[in-house]
Structure formats: structure tokens, C-alpha cells
């Protein structure tokens, strides 16, 4: 009954000039997003305004699933388009329209007529009331209401196409990817640096990913549960490069050489010092982890001091402020829950002292951290240059 969609966005970030690059990004997202699904779809602008245009059979719900995953959609409104063959028409369309939209007419509802196009023969008003009036007519056992109306039935008159639409399914929100930039998300298999990555790319930052693994400590099964949460990560925001660094190395070289109720901490300052050496290589700005004030030692304000200590990028923690229970709800909606519960340890359970500090004192870590000088260097290089690089579409 669709032909197309009417594509309704969010926030645009910057004024000006930037509405023409934000609306680009959101069609070329919009366009790779239906890519994914069966089905021959054109993505167009026309009169400002974003419209999905099927043209071919398409399962409806497999549209309205890949449109709910695209930031920068406000609203997804499956839409009758049709054109300007005089007012009759409209009416008769618009009851067609109703008739098929809704099987149970048992329904209250409200007309809102816009024209983009003033040189209609009626005004808004005089739509609203002489369409409210043929809908009573044909359907009698359907009522106005103007305040809270179970159907709002809109009826926008543009330049040559009238609208025809009251099905509003509300999109995630956000900026379209590509819209601000790049960052490193440190990806490991938990609940929460998924969400991360999550939250800032909604935010329509471009995400590459970061896994620290440490064989055989950490088992394959471990990074394939990273890799399958890279790729629920990436059904929103587009394809993702994920960094796998043996860190097995470092890690015994920390354990060996420096107090055991610092290892996180000491780990930590290392992993976050990768991160950002591979960032700055592929173009991030920024480094994003799923850290929350106090969920376990290495996340005290004391120990995000000394981790954040060693990043010249900023560091972005969007569930900083989250209790885990508002990081699973949002990990339940965005489907990446299930496998984040999966059991396999990832790097730092092995590695975890039973009384690590809660207060690391930053002079007295770098002091232990000199432990490690004449064997560091060579291992973080290695870290580098044996990172594997996984394209995860
Ligand atoms: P998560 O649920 O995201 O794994 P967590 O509660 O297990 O977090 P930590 O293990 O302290 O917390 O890790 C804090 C953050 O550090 C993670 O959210 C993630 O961004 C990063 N991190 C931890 N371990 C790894 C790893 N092995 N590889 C990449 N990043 C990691
Ligand atoms: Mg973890």
C-alpha cells in the first residue's frame, strides 16, 4: 500500500551550510541502510525533505527494522504520495487511504492540512474542516477529536506532490555517521563498551575498535564474542575496522615486574596508550570506553585519573554516569546483550589481583611502571605492528 516513506530527521548540529552536508550523510546512510534488505529502493531529496522510495515489492517491517537503526531519523512515516487532480481526489484518496490503513474505524481523529504551496483553491483550515466532513461521511463510526486524536491524519500540499500519511514510527535519533568525525572505542567483550560505542556513534561519529587479547589467557572463542559484538555495533554504525592486539606480552611483562593490586591499573594506562597510538594512525579524534564512576576498582575517579592520565585525546565515557542496570536496558535494546553475557573471559579477569587498589596514587605507579624500562618498548612496538586488522561490515 506504500510506495514510499517520508523521512523526518532529528536535530541538525550546525546551522547553515552544514543542513545540505547532514541531509547527504543521512541519505547515503538511509540508502545503505535498505541496501541490506530485499528490495529495489531510490533515496531522494525533493523539496527538502527525505523520502525512501520502493520500487519494487518489500516487506514492510524488514523497512521500518533497517530505518529504526539509522541515526538522524526522527520520525518514519510510511507515506501515499500522490498528485494534484483537484480536490475531490484528495478526498476520495484520503478515504481509500484511511479504509486500508485501518481495518477497526472504531477511531477518533484529527485532519491537519498543510500546503507548502499557497496557491491551493483552500486553506489549511478549510481542508481540515471540508476532509473531516467527506471522512464522516464515508465512515461514520469514526469521531473527531482535536486534542487527542487516535488517528492524526496529515495532508501536506507541496510543490507537485500531496502527502498523504498518519503513521509516525519514531527513529533512534541522533546525527547520520559520518557527520563528526571518527573515535577509538576500546571494544572488550563486556555490557558495557558496546553500548559505548553505541551512544557515541549515535552521535554520528565514525567508530573504529580497539580489542586487547592475550592467548592463551584469553580463549578464540573470547575474540570471536568481540567480533560478533563489533557486528551489532556496526548494524548502526556502518562498517567498523576492529584492532586485535596480542597484549599477552605486556601483560606478563606487568605481572612479572609490578605490584600485583596495581596490574589493572598499570594494564589499563597501556591499553589506553594503544588505543590511542592506533587511533592517531587511522585519523580518530577521540577514544570512547564503557567506564562508570565506582563499578569496580579500576573505575574510581582515583583510577580513572591515573588511566586517563596517559591519553593526549580526549577520552569520552558516555555511561559514565550510568548505573549498570541503564547500561543493560540500553544493551537489551540495541541486541547486544545476549552475546555480551556469553562466558568467555576476556584479557583482564586472569590478570585481576583479589585487593586491587581503589586509590592508586599516579607518582607511585609511574614509579613501579619505571619496572618495566629496557623491556617495554620493544613489546609495545610488536603490540603494534602485529595488530590484526578485521573489517567488520
Ligand atoms: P565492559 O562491560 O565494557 O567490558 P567492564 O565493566 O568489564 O566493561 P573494565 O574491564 O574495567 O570494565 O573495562 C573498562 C573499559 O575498558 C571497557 O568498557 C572497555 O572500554 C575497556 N576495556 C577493558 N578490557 C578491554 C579489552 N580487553 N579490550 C579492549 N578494551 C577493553
Ligand atoms: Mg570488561
Given at each position: ?190 555490557i558495557?563498551?558496546?553500548v ?127 548505573d549498570k542496570q541503564e547500561i543493560i536496558d540500553i544493551s537489551e535494546?540495541?541486541?547486544?546483550y545476549?552475546?555480551s553475557i ?52
Amino acid at each position: 500500500m506504500y510506495k514510499a516513506f517520508l523521512i523526518k530527521y532529528a536535530e541538525i548540529g550546525v546551522k547553515g551550510n552544514n543542513k545540505r552536508v547532514f541531509e547527504d550523510a543521512l541519505v547515503n546512510e538511509v540508502k545503505r541502510a535498505l541496501k541490506k534488505i530485499t528490495g529495489e529502493f531510490k533515496v531522494i531529496r525533493h523539496e527538502g525533505r527525505i523520502y525512501a522510495q520502493c520500487l519494487s515489492e518489500y516487506d514492510y517491517d524488514e523497512v521500518v527494522t533497517a530505518l529504526k537503526r539509522v541515526f538522524g531519523i526522527a520520525w518514519i512515516c510510511p507515506v501515499v504520495q500522490i498528485e494534484d487532480n483537484g480536490f475531490d481526489d484528495l478526498a476520495n484518496q484520503v478515504i481509500n487511504y484511511l479504509d486500508k490503513a485501518y481495518k477497526n474505524k472504531n477511531l477518533t481523529f484529527k485532519v491537519n492540512a498543510r500546503r507548502t504551496r499557497k496557491n491551493y483553491p483552500m486553506n489549511s483550515m478549510e481542508i481540515n474542516m471540508e476532509l473531516g466532513g467527506r471522512i464522516l461521511d464515508a465512515f461514520p463510526e469514526m469521531k473527531v477529536d482535536v486534542h487527542k486524536p487516535e488517528v492524526l491524519l496529515q495532508v501536506e500540499i507541496r510543490g507537485d506532490v500531496i502527502n498523504i500519511y498518519s503513521i509516525e514510527v519514531p527513529g533512534p535519533g541522533g546525527m547520520p555517521i559520518g557527520t563528526a568525525g571518527k573515535a577509538m572505542l576500546l571494544l572488550s567483550g563486556g555490557i558495557d563498551s558496546p553500548v559505548a560505542g553505541y551512544m557515541v556513534a549515535k552521535r554520528g561519529v565514525q567508530i573504529e575498535a580497539t580489542y586487547f587479547h592475550a592467548p592463551p589467557y584469553t580463549s578464540e572463542r573470547a575474540k570471536q564474542k568481540v567480533i560478533d559484538l563489533a557486528k551489532i555495533v556496526s548494524k548502526y554504525s556502518g562498517p567498523i575496522t576492529l584492532n586485535v592486539v596480542n597484549f599477552t606480552d605486556i601483560q606478563m611483562a606487568i605481572y612479572e615486574k609490578c605490584p600485583h593490586d596495581e596490574l589493572t591499573i598499570i594494564m589499563r594506562r597501556y591499553m589506553m596508550k594503544i588505543a590511542e597510538d592506533l587511533g592517531k594512525m587511522s585519523g580518530c579524534q577521540g577514544l570512547v570506553t564503557g567506564e562508570s564512576i565506582g563499578q569496580v576498582a579500576s573505575q574510581t575517579m582515583a583510577s580513572l585519573y591515573c588511566t586517563n592520565e596517559v591519553c593526549t585525546m580526549p577520552v569520552f565515557r558516555p555511561v559514565i554516569g550510568f548505573d549498570k542496570q541503564e547500561i543493560i536496558d540500553i544493551s537489551e535494546k540495541i541486541g547486544s546483550y545476549e552475546t555480551s553475557i556469553q562466558p568467555f573471559e576476556d584479557c583482564c579477569t586472569i590478570f585481576v589481583a583479589k585487593h586491587p587498589v581503589t586509590k592508586p596514587n599516579l607518582n607511585v605507579i609511574k614509579q613501579h611502571e619505571t619496572n618495566l624500562d629496557g623491556v617495554i618498548e620493544e613489546l609495545y612496538k610488536t603490540a603494534i605492528e602485529t595488530t590484526e586488522k578485521i573489517v567488520i561490515e
